[in-house]
């Protein structure tokens, strides 16, 4: 690999050098997935939080035929506001870089290039899954195989109930992702803190976490390890509520005709409209909860090397 192709803020080089522990972070939730100027607040403050919880962030986005790692404010800015911004998956990667496009990353895409960058850790909302009717459409997230062969740890709220949560959860199984519950033994739902998907694996630290991390390099699975913390219950949108919000998304969606990549960011622009902005609060609250727990693993994580 051409390590030319990351570009490096000064504060990520610098934490490089150092070895302080560094925590990555996506850029399509802002550019695709919260209306501005509500998701460069989000940024701004997620960094900061990583920041006072003794980790540095690195937020990633594709610029220039850069990978970029550690984005300055007016970069977090023309995300946030620029519409010729990509959504970048696995497969968009090459064509972006190539053609000098402003891309966001998705999980799936922060992943690699965490990994390239050798980043451990990686905070984010919600990952991509199983759509329902997944059976029959075969959408399902590049995040997911992802997951199965990047090693890098993805903190995330769950996935959103606009996907087939149990059917998500059995795929990560057959490609052998570990799946933690953050103090709780059933899956949180991105916007509720819970569901009635039971888990297989509860951790109750970030030490816990580190453990793990460090005896997957150990036994070289090369694979990623997925931590699913519950929303704060103060912030939480219950099932109930959600749900039915949720049927008429996608019902809107159905008549609309959406498929592909701009399902997800439609369901969650449709999803706040329908809350009144709702939804939207508790998605930037999860992202906060997400950083503080990210911060302590990279940091638990750092003090084992
Ligand atoms: N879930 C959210 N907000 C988001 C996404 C998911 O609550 O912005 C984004 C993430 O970048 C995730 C991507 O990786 O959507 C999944 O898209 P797809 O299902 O097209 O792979
Ligand atoms: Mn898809």
Redesign the pocket.
């Known amino acids: 690999m051409n390590k030319e192709i990351l570009s490096f803020s000064k504060e990520v080089q610098k934490a490089l050098i150092d070895e302080q522990p560094i925590v990555a972070l996506?850029s399509?939730?802002i550019s695709?997935?919260m209306p501005y100027p509500k998701n460069v607040e989000m940024a701004k403050q997620t960094e900061q939080i990583i920041r006072d919880n003794g980790a540095v962030p690195a937020t990633i986005a594709l610029m220039d035929g850069k990978i970029k790692v550690g984005l300055e404010e007016e970069d977090l800015e023309l995300l946030a506001t620029a519409d010729n911004v990509a959504k970048v998956?696995r497969r968009d990667m090459a064509r972006v870089l190539a053609t000098k496009q402003i891309g966001a990353t998705?999980?799936?895409t922060t992943m690699i290039a965490a990994n390239l960058a050798g980043i451990k850790t990686f905070v984010?909302?919600?990952?991509?899954g199983v759509h329902r009717g997944g059976e029959n459409s075969m959408d399902i997230?590049?995040?997911l195989e992802e997951l199965a062969q990047t090693p890098v740890t993805v903190i995330c709220a769950g996935a959103?109930a606009i996907l087939d949560l149990p059917r998500t959860m059995e795929y990560l199984e057959t490609k052998g992702v570990p799946v933690a519950g953050y103090q709780t033994d059933y899956l949180p739902a991105?916007f509720s803190s819970t569901s009635e998907t039971k888990l297989n694996l509860r951790v109750d630290s970030a030490e816990e976490i580190a453990d793990m991390m460090v005896m997957q390099e150990e036994i070289d699975l090369n694979a990623g390890i997925l931590v699913t913390n519950p929303v704060p219950v103060a912030h939480e949108i219950p099932h109930e509520e959600i749900d039915a919000i949720i049927q008429q998304a996608l019902a809107e969606e159905k008549a609309a005709g959406v498929v592909g990549?701009d399902?997800?960011p439609f369901l969650?622009a449709k999803i706040v409209e329908l809350t009144e902005g709702r939804s939207l609060e508790t998605?930037i609250q999860l992202v906060y909860n997400n950083a503080r727990l990210g911060a302590e693993i990279a940091v638990a994580y750092n003090n084992k090397k």
């Open positions: 996506e399509t939730i695709h997935g998956s998705t999980v799936a984010t909302g919600g990952i991509g997230s590049a995040d959103k991105f990549k399902s997800t969650l998605n």
